[in-house]
């Protein structure tokens, strides 16, 4: 039988100079969180479904998990999200000094129908700060979020972090005359305004405010709202907590100089798990606003484990996604998408040269110098293409013990001819 | 419900000191390829069941298997290894010059009994080349082990890379008077010599020699061999094509200045895949020789996709076995376990403070300085007691705008105070 040469649909395959890529991606993520003191954890792919059946939103469990009974009869799915192992984790640790400020880089598993941009098994960058309830953590994850978008050299002008607060909002609703079991579903119209028509959004959300319309019309203004100094928000949220937080850390914002942030009401966030401040990045460069990003802050999470109270603000970010967009915007160095494989390359012109190429190779890389030697046996004009296919200029042909070594220059043909020392400064 | 605060058995968790060693372990084994010009792929976690089932040795599916069947009604594995994918990979690039040099380090699934050193979620570092039929591939792959060994400065009293040939040995084994029909049991009891006593293990291996004492005694000297130039070894192989190739090997490595690899017949690997070369990494330093890696030549699996033939040579080596290896023997760097999580820390003393703290961060990050900001909202001792904790000793408390900067070493209690410029020449 002769096996399919693809693998299964939604699968992420990588070769590697398209690994190059995704890991300088991931590894530019790092970076940005390091710098802020934060450091990598990482937790189990194979989870007890309980795990995820307990909080997650109920469509990712029923429709689009991979879960499966195992050998030892437990009922077991693939992380389709991090954020439950993390506050197991953070729960498991009676002595942990909080806060913490962590971030991963799982791979995680949704059965989704794939297409651009969304594939079945995917690399979903995470960064948390645990056990905070203050403001400053909101601002800490939002600063480290534009960084990382400032280390990839994105202009401001093709993004924007747009902010809310699901307190507020509800309260907000509530305020605009959406009767408590309706909020539920004008949250969800909310949450798609960005995928439909107007026109036809209008008349979904008129149907979830109960054929309503001016109750339809006030939250139509209020996710248009795009300022807390509205003077209409401002009559509408007299007297509520809730906003005054929103005014607060908008403050915070301003004045700390996130330029690329916005309050955006219509910012809610589908996870069921987010209760104060929601955010998500957006790519504002395209015809369509597509969200990159999404985080916010969550209470109730850690609880799950035990009596402690622990509050979390953190983002996910689908490195796929961000991906996709660093190329549409020419935004991955070409350094990244054709980097050579070594310094120099070492060429056999003889099998009785192979130990001697062996250990020209050994004296080369004790000097950190990276070096590809043949291994191929070819004649050498072919090992000359191999060298050039992988981007390698300097070639050195491996000869008899105690000769000079000969460096070729393939790009302007020039010959270096020294001892070994020589060559290793040559190459340095 | 309260749901457990426990990973499943045999699951992968890292607290981040814990992933501090693994990315360090992950990354020397990295370096050490890139410096030999191979490049990193990735391969899907979830595969068609059949691509194990055709090659792997039947217990990896029939009984240690994560398989399922998915939402499409399709029968999938979660990879007890990666180099069924790597060969599909290869066979889809009709494209593909080779030979191609590649490494990868996946996380791969088998459902073991959990025990020290043998979990069920692992990483498992893999080292290829593929599509070169010369022993300089075996030779490559060899030294860029023993560089790794080298880098990860373990001498070389503590481990050995013992090495042999399938095909060599098939032909000893016959000339040694083992039948055909016994031949696979025969392999298989000399692949678990180090897992027994001695008087145990001939019990068992005579009983494998169908009982002829004088077929077992021969297979014991067999075994027993160090060198390829031990003459009862050169008179039983007289004349075979694959005992040539072991001696042109063994002289290749010890012209090469491989001090660590020894011939060593006893060294036959388990999987059913390998044909030439085998050969394994070997703790010497305790009581019992511990395998760390194993690799070696396989023909045939590239042809499970189609009419290419396609060779290849590499190994595995299990991420955690190995960490455990260093931890024994101390080689796990103090500056790895003990890492600070940033160049400085930011105290804010009130709420009216926050913002000044994030332009200071901002501004110091973009100079490439680790900041740590304090977003507890604590009192001052508690702040500094934070920055202790991670390691960090340099603390600015941040104060109005305008005013100059007061940074305190918690080592020695000196204060620092300049303008931001001074400051950030300080802490570079």
Same mark, same amino acid.
């Given at each position: 039988?002769?096996?399919?040469?693809?693998?299964?649909?939604?699968?992420?395959?990588?070769?590697?100079?398209?690994?190059?890529?995704?890991?300088?991606?991931?590894?530019?993520?790092?970076?940005?969180?390091?710098?802020?003191?934060?450091?990598?954890?990482?937790?189990? /792919?194979?989870?007890?479904?309980?795990? =995820?059946? @307990?909080? !997650?939103?109920?469509?990712?469990? +029923?429709?689009? #998990?991979?879960? &499966?009974?195992?050998?030892?009869?437990?009922?077991?799915?693939?992380?389709?999200?991090?954020?439950?192992?993390?506050?197991?984790?953070?729960?498991?640790?009676?002595?942990?000094?909080?806060?913490?400020?962590?971030?991963?880089?799982?791979?995680?598993?949704?059965?989704?129908?794939?297409?651009?941009?969304?594939?079945?098994?995917?690399?979903?960058?995470?960064?948390?700060?645990?056990?905070?309830?203050?403001?400053?953590?909101?601002?800490?994850?939002?600063?480290? /979020?534009?960084?990382?978008?400032?280390? =990839?050299? @994105?202009? !401001?002008?093709?993004?924007?972090? +747009?902010?809310? #607060?699901?307190? &507020?909002?509800?309260?907000?609703?509530?305020?605009?005359?959406?009767?408590?079991?309706?909020?539920?579903?004008?949250?969800?119209?909310?949450?798609?305004?960005?995928?439909?028509?107007?026109?036809?959004?209008?008349?979904?959300?008129?149907?979830?405010?109960?054929?309503?319309?001016?109750?339809?019309?006030?939250?139509?203004?209020?996710?248009?709202?795009?300022?807390?100094?509205?003077?209409?928000?401002?009559?509408?949220?007299?007297?509520?907590?809730?906003?005054?937080?929103?005014?607060?850390?908008?403050?915070?914002?301003?004045? !700390?100089?996130?330029?690329?942030?916005?309050?955006?009401?219509?910012?809610?966030?589908?996870?069921?798990?987010?209760?104060?401040?929601?955010?998500?990045?957006?790519?504002?460069?395209?015809?369509?606003?597509?969200?990159?990003?999404?985080?916010?802050?969550?209470?109730?999470?850690?609880?799950?484990?035990?009596?402690?109270?622990?509050?979390?603000?953190?983002?996910?970010?689908?490195?796929?996604?961000?991906?996709?967009?660093?190329?549409?915007?020419?935004?991955?160095?070409?350094?990244?998408?054709?980097?050579?494989?070594?310094?120099?390359?070492?060429?056999?012109?003889?099998?009785?040269?192979?130990? !001697?190429?062996?250990?020209?190779?050994?004296?080369?890389?004790?000097?950190?110098?990276?070096?590809?030697?043949?291994?191929?046996?070819?004649?050498?004009?072919?090992?000359?293409?191999?060298?050039?296919?992988?981007?390698?200029?300097?070639?050195?042909?491996?000869?008899?013990?105690?000769?000079?070594?000969?460096?070729?220059?393939?790009?302007?043909?020039?010959?270096?001819?020294?001892?070994?020392?020589?060559?290793?400064?040559?190459?340095?």
């Amino acid at each position: 039988m002769t096996l399919s040469t693809k693998p299964l649909s939604g699968m992420r395959q990588r070769l590697p100079h398209e690994f190059r890529v995704e890991k300088y991606v991931v590894e530019t993520l790092s970076l940005s969180s390091l710098n802020a003191g934060f450091e990598e954890y990482d937790c189990p /792919l194979i989870e007890p479904l309980s795990l =995820f059946a @307990a909080k !997650s939103g109920g469509e990712l469990v +029923g429709r689009q #998990s991979y879960n &499966f009974v195992d050998r030892g009869k437990r009922e077991v799915i693939l992380r389709p999200e991090v954020t439950p192992s993390l506050a197991r984790m953070i729960a498991a640790q009676g002595e942990l000094q909080l806060p913490v400020r962590w971030f991963s880089s799982p791979l995680c598993y949704r059965y989704e129908r794939p297409q651009r941009g969304r594939v079945r098994e995917f690399v979903q960058f995470n960064l948390d700060i645990l056990g905070s309830e203050n403001l400053a953590a909101e601002l800490e994850v939002i600063l480290v /979020l534009q960084d990382i978008m400032k280390s =990839f050299n @994105a202009p !401001s002008s093709i993004y924007r972090i +747009g902010w809310s #607060s699901r307190r &507020f909002m509800a309260e907000a609703l509530s305020r605009c005359g959406v009767e408590p079991e309706s909020a539920p579903g004008v949250f969800s119209a909310i949450d798609k305004r960005d995928k439909m028509k107007e026109d036809a959004w209008y008349t979904f959300l008129l149907g979830e405010c109960g054929g309503d319309s001016d109750v339809a019309d006030r939250v139509l203004s209020l996710v248009s709202v795009k300022s807390p100094s509205s003077k209409w928000l401002i009559d509408l949220m007299a007297g509520s907590a809730a906003f005054e937080e929103v005014e607060r850390f908008n403050e915070l914002l301003l004045s !700390s100089g996130i330029e690329s942030a916005e309050f955006s009401p219509g910012v809610v966030r589908g996870l069921d798990y987010y209760t104060g401040i929601v955010f998500e990045l957006v790519d504002t460069g395209g015809e369509n606003n597509r969200s990159l990003c999404g985080g916010g802050r969550y209470d109730n999470l850690v609880g799950l484990f035990g009596n402690k109270k622990i509050s979390g603000v953190g983002f996910g970010l689908g490195v796929l996604t961000l991906t996709l967009f660093l190329e549409t915007y020419g935004l991955i160095p070409v350094s990244v998408k054709e980097a050579s494989a070594a310094d120099v390359y070492i060429a056999v012109s003889s099998p009785d040269f192979v130990s !001697s190429a062996a250990r020209l190779a050994l004296s080369l890389r004790k000097e950190g110098i990276r070096v590809m030697m043949d291994v191929s046996g070819k004649k050498m004009n072919k090992q000359f293409s191999e060298a050039t296919r992988y981007g390698i200029t300097s070639v050195v042909t491996a000869g008899a013990d105690g000769a000079m070594y000969k460096m070729k220059n393939i790009d302007d043909g020039s010959v270096f001819t020294g001892t070994l020392d020589e060559l290793i400064g040559r190459l340095k």
